[in-house]
């Protein structure tokens, strides 16, 4: 049975930062492993991923040189480093996971497969 548990979101002021964390258990280590995002009436958007494992990293240019995804296979932890935050990085964010993902769907929510349950990060002026 796959789970992914996010933890770490809150309320932070404009130029701050926050570490997310995503428990994964259920799949591989070399599966990929992505952050979403939703902000009301919203979709669900691509913020970042690891490709298969940690071979390649994939970033939405909105959130390049700001944010960072790194995985701890450790501890079966997928983290979401957030720098320099700003009121339009308010929303859910939400960890996903799979394992048969091709390159070219990495930014479509629709094409993973198992996701978290999400966190609220907000983000003030």
């Known amino acids: 049975q796959v789970q992914l548990v996010e933890s770490g979101g809150g309320l932070v002021h404009t130029g701050g930062s926050l570490r997310l964390s995503c428990a994964v258990s259920g799949v591989s280590s070399r599966s990929s492993v992505g952050w979403f995002r939703q902000a009301p009436g919203t979709g669900r958007d691509f913020v970042a991923a690891?490709?298969?494992?940690?071979?390649?990293?994939y970033y939405a240019d909105s959130v390049k040189g700001r944010f960072t995804i790194s995985r701890d296979n450790t501890k079966s932890t997928v983290y979401l480093q957030m720098n320099s935050l700003r009121p339009e990085d308010t929303a859910v964010y939400y960890c996903?996971?799979?394992?048969?993902?091709?390159?070219?769907?990495?930014?479509?929510?629709?094409?993973?497969?198992?996701w978290g349950q999400g966190t609220q990060v907000t983000v003030s002026s």
């Open positions: 996903a996971a799979d394992s048969r993902l091709i390159q070219s769907s990495i930014a479509t929510a629709t094409q993973w497969s198992y």
């Open positions: 690891l490709f298969r494992g940690a071979s390649n990293t």
